[in-house]
Each structure stands twice: as structure tokens, then as C-alpha cells.
Nanobody
Framework: QVQLVETGGGLVQPGGSLRLSCVPS????????MGWYRQAPGKQREFVAM???????NYTDSVKGRATISRDNAKNTVYLQMNNLKPEDTAAYYC?????????WGQGTQIIVSS
């Protein structure tokens, strides 16, 4: 069973930047949309950004202008560059990929924004 592994999270000061990566642990084929979600403590998981197979992107309003999602189709990898991080960005960040007949989720990577 394919798993997704997120890396790049950590502790950062407000205004800082982080780049998240999401890589499959095994062979994976026919990926369509790829995306990032986040879940803050005590809150529901929420959409952050997504990118389609042809590179069309969509962002939640709270990260527009601060986040950039990108993908490397040759590596089946999706990235999330987060700039000007704010304390309210603190959350566990999860990637997901849409396959032909299912959606696969990663285990999450934590971003903590604090001074």
C-alpha cells in the first residue's frame, strides 16, 4: 500500500518560511489532483491548497499571497512553500493525492509558528 511522507515542518518565528514536501513511499501511478490540508489543535481539518495535473492551483483565502503549491510529476512529489508565516498557521499539515479510484493521505508534518 502506497504511503505519503511529508517533511519540512518545524518551529519557525512569525514572518518565517518553510517548504513542505510530500513524497510517496512506493510506486504510485495516475495521480490527478494533489493537495495540502491542515488541522489545528481542536479544529477540523481544512483545505489549504491544491494543484491539478495541468498545474492549475487553488488556495484558501487565508494563505493566498503567502503560499505556493507546486508539483514534480516525474517524482510524484508535491510541495508547499509557506512564507510570512503567522501563529494561526500553526497546525499539522497533510498532503493528499487523488488517484483513479481513491485518495491517499499522508501522516502529517507539524508547523509551529511562535516567537
Amino acid at each position: 500500500q502506497v504511503q505519503l511522507v511529508e517533511t519540512g515542518g518545524g518551529l519557525v518565528q512569525p514572518g518565517g518560511s518553510l517548504r513542505l514536501s510530500c513524497v510517496p513511499s512506493g510506486s504510485i501511478f495516475n495521480i490527478f489532483d494533489m493537495g495540502w490540508y491542515r488541522q489545528a489543535p481542536g479544529k477540523q481539518r481544512e483545505f489549504v491548497a491544491m494543484i491539478t495535473l495541468d498545474g492549475t492551483t487553488n488556495y484558501t483565502d487565508s494563505v493566498k499571497g503567502r503560499a505556493t503549491i507546486s508539483r514534480d510529476n516525474a517524482k510524484n512529489t508535491v510541495y508547499l512553500q509557506m512564507n510570512n508565516l503567522k501563529p494561526e498557521d500553526t497546525a499539522a499539515y497533510y498532503c493528499n493525492v487523488e488517484l483513479e479510484d481513491t485518495v491517499v493521505w499522508g501522516q502529517g508534518t507539524q508547523i509551529i509558528v511562535s516567537s
